[in-house]
């Protein structure tokens, strides 16, 4: 069993950065991928990031690519979500995920925080 829990969301202009984190309990925390997504109400959840359990695997959302950087330290069972040059299309409710393989779709993944709201101002 994993918990998850995002921080760090929050309410930026357009072109400001945000970094947000994800704490997992559990000691396997290294035998997991790890994978950031989004969601806006009424939409589906959207693929943003995936990293190995080493950290030496990413991937990212065409998007976000060269905005985003999905990075994590598994000394302290957190990932982390840096954005950069947010945009007002980037506002949504980020969720991090725990699976067994770097998935891009939700249904990969076993376990799941319970969001952290990003809002970015135009």
């Known amino acids: 069993q994993v918990q998850l829990e995002e921080s760090g969301g929050g309410l930026v202009q357009a072109g400001g950065s945000l970094r947000l984190s994800c704490a997992a309990s559990?000691?396997?925390?290294?035998?997991?991928?790890m994978g950031w997504f989004r969601q806006a109400p009424g939409k589906e959840r959207e693929f943003v990031a995936a990293?190995?359990?080493?950290?030496?695997?990413?991937y990212y959302a065409d998007s976000v690519k060269g905005r985003f950087t999905i990075s994590r330290d598994n000394a302290k069972n957190t990932v982390y979500l840096q954005m950069n040059s947010l945009k007002p299309e980037d506002t949504d409710v980020y969720y991090c995920?725990?699976?067994?393989?770097?998935?891009?779709?939700?249904?990969?993944?076993?376990?799941w925080g319970q969001g952290t709201q990003v809002t970015v101002s135009s």
């Open positions: 990293i190995s359990g080493s950290g030496g695997s990413r």
């Open positions: 559990g000691r396997t925390f290294s035998s997991y991928a």
């Open positions: 995920a725990a699976g067994r393989s770097t998935y891009r779709r939700p249904g990969g993944y076993d376990y």
